[in-house]
């Protein structure tokens, strides 16, 4: 029975859903993904979470929109994903031998309002060197990536610590996500 629609087109965020037993049909949704003048890292997230969400559920006759935004942030300053090589390389410098924080928001619109929140994971990484940024820009990677990396993928090397929610630093943050659909009434582990 399908009970769910996700507003997103990351294959991460399908996969993750699809782990914990959610049956749900796909509709990427797009909005305008540049920050607001002095917006938090945090308000940032949660307003896209909460747009992609509503855009999806405009069209789903009724049926709950999981919509959801992560990003990569580090001295409050946002870390979307990279424009170029030079953006990409800049990013991973910044967060070379430091502890960063990934953002995600989760979104759920449904006839009886939105549920959502932010789940913040702390990220440490080992000193990179420019070489190995360069290098890993080369592997195509990063380029769809907030911060510029993927703890999932080749990424992983550079990760010494994490405190947090994994799956929310790859996209989705699956503990707090079936709460959330819990709360709407929804069933996680169905098929
Ligand atoms: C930090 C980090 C981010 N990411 C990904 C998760 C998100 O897909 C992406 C951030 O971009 P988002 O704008 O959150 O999502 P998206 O454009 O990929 O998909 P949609 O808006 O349609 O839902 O970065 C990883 O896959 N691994 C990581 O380690």
Redesign the pocket.
Known sequence: MLTLVL????P??RELLAQIGVTFSVA??DID?TPLADESARDY?LR?AQE?ALAGFQCTEGLPVL??????TVDGQIL??PLDRADATSMLQRLSGRTHQ?M?AIALATVNGVYARVVTTQ?TFRVLSMEECERYWDTEEPC????G?????L?AVFVTNIQGSYTG???LPLCETAELLTRAGLQVWQK
């Open positions: 507003a997103s087109a990351s991460r965020r990427p949704v993904e997230v896209l992609k919509g959801s935004d992560t990003t990569v979307g994903k990934v995600t990220v769809d990536k907030a911060g990396y993927g703890i999932q993928g990424g630093v790859v996209g």
